[in-house]
């Protein structure tokens, strides 16, 4: 499975979930990442104020940050490279880079190549 790493803005915990003033872009992406986790997905958050050296580490990160500053946070990366930038992914996107099914998708039709549309036949 695809590994996936998150490195956030400066949060007050490693979350961003917590005091009084809570924004719920990090309430709904904390539960996506917990959901994830649930499906035995490996992913990984980095809080630029708390792990400034994850930053400091990753070419890809560090590259992002000298051209467009923090504003450019969070990033996302997935196998080591940029897969989304300057918002968090949603629980979409994490399935869809993952490989695994959001609990709201549903099953890809498969057409039968012995049905009337498989093998190149006509349903007119």
């Not at 708390?50 to 997935?78: D, M, Y």
Request: glycine residues 10%.
């Amino acid at each position: 499975m695809k590994k996936v790493q998150v490195f956030d803005p400066a949060l007050c915990c490693s979350s961003g979930v917590c005091g009084t003033d809570v924004d719920q872009k990090l309430v709904d992406f904390s539960a996506d990442v917990d959901w994830v986790k649930q499906q035995g997905a490996q992913i990984e958050r980095f809080n630029l104020a708390q792990q400034p050296i994850a930053f400091a580490e990753n070419a890809a990160v560090k590259g992002l940050l000298e051209r467009s500053g923090e504003s450019v946070l969070p990033i996302t990366l997935v196998d080591g490279e940029v897969a989304l930038a300057g918002r968090y992914p949603s629980r979409d996107d994490l399935a869809r880079w993952l490989g695994v099914m959001a609990p709201d998708a549903e099953p890809a039709a498969v057409v039968s190549s012995n049905a009337c549309c498989g093998g190149g036949k006509c349903c007119g």
